[in-house]
């Protein structure tokens, strides 16, 4: 183990910037060769067995980190989306609008009968001044 730790720490420490990092997949590479040494190919050399450990765990890290990541952005997103608000009316705040209008206009014909100059003024809020210029109409 002394033999190759410092193959292993290398191959890390180039990968990744934390020594705890380094350490930790040092540590997890040599424990998961111990733990399937029946698995070793006298074939190839246990050093390059070693590094092929070291590789997948290196993978393993990298592909868990990106997921969090991914599931983290992508709650965000979903997030935001859902608080956007929808401006435009509902097909029920139209009716409700609409409901709204001619009760106001059955309101206004139940008054008094009242002049032109003052159905507009009530009708579409603007000035006496303006709806008796406009129909010419004097006050």
């Known amino acids: 183990m002394t033999f190759y730790w410092p193959t292993i720490e290398g191959f890390f420490a180039m990968k990744l910037s934390s020594k705890e990092d380094v350490e930790d997949l040092s540590i997890a590479t040599f ?20 590094i092929t450990i070291s590789k997948n765990i290196h993978i393993d890290k990298t592909r868990k980190k990106n997921a969090s990541i991914y599931s983290r952005t992508t709650s965000v997103i979903e997030d935001q989306v859902n608080k956007i608000i929808d401006g435009s ?6 009716l409700i609008s609409e409901q709204n209008l001619a009760e106001l206009l059955r309101y206004i014909k139940i008054l008094k009968p009242l002049s032109i ?7 579409l809020a603007i000035s006496f001044n303006s709806v008796a210029i406009h129909y010419n109409v004097v006050l």
């Open 31 to 50: 424990s998961k060769a111990f733990d399937k040494i029946e698995t070793f190919d006298e074939r190839y050399t246990f050093g390059t067995w070693l």
């Open 89 to 94: 009316p509902t097909p029920e705040d139209i």
């Open 117 to 123: 100059t003052e159905r507009f003024h009530h009708y």
